[in-house]
């Protein structure tokens, strides 16, 4: 039994605009769902889940639309003007429900739809008790190139111990809300480089391929005939 209790902040308050489109990526349909749908269900799926929060931009009600939405366990609150102030703004709204420091919280991008709940549940247990967490991620398998401004390459990056970030990420909600507070103003990318800046070394679990962010048009193809196998299973 875990000892302090677990939840979860989607972060949703994006707009997509290298995707386009009429609505945020997030909206898109994809497999017969949309996209926030696939996202949000694995998490949901989390028997030990006490409480989601949903962190949207300001204005956005499409989400309520969601069968989800509808549960007691999830929540929603406006974000900020960067992901960093959205996912703060998460983990104050978690607070107001009853949170505290040393409850856990893990972070996921709404426009992650192909995590597996198997990957969120290794991701809880290879990172539960550890004070500096731990994320979804899986080792660079491709030869990484370094570009100038004219697209030319400046140099080759070695790829060993390189590793692509994805999310879920798992922290103490605590020290995750020291990080992004004292991360003001900085570009922060994801919550495991705000841990980093406050010398946490946070665990890397291995993730899946599939478990991509959705955001070129190409994507919605793979992750169509992905999502949709899945759901054959």
């Known amino acids: 039994m875990r000892a302090n209790r677990l939840w979860a902040v989607v972060a949703a308050a994006g707009v997509g605009q290298r995707m386009g489109g009429d609505a945020p990526k997030q909206y898109h349909t994809i497999a017969g769902r949309m996209v926030i749908d696939w996202s949000v269900a694995a998490l949901l799926a989390l028997r030990e889940l ?121 922290f103490p909600l605590g020290r995750l809300e020291q990080a992004l507070s004292a991360c003001a103003g900085a570009a922060i990318t994801d919550e495991s480089l705000a841990m980093e800046r406050i010398g946490a070394k946070p665990r890397l679990i291995m993730g899946a391929p599939e478990n991509i962010k959705y955001t070129y048009p190409a994507d919605q193809a793979w992750l169509s005939f992905t999502l949709g196998k899945r759901e054959q299973e």
């Open 50 to 170: 006490t409480g989601l929060m949903l962190v949207h931009a300001p204005g956005d009600k499409r989400w309520q639309a969601a069968d989800w939405a509808t549960l007691a366990s999830v929540h929603g609150c406006e974000g900020g003007r960067t992901r960093a102030d959205s996912v703060l703004c998460g983990l104050r709204a978690l607070r107001a429900l009853g949170a505290d420091d040393a409850d856990s919280v893990l972070v996921h991008d709404a426009a992650r739809p192909g995590v597996k709940l198997s990957d969120i549940r290794r991701l809880i247990e290879q990172v539960d008790g550890n004070p500096d967490g731990g994320l979804l991620a899986i080792p660079v398998r491709d030869t990484l190139k370094r570009a100038h401004a004219t697209d030319c390459v400046s140099e080759t990056l070695p790829r060993e111990q390189l590793w692509q970030a994805m999310t879920p990420q798992l």
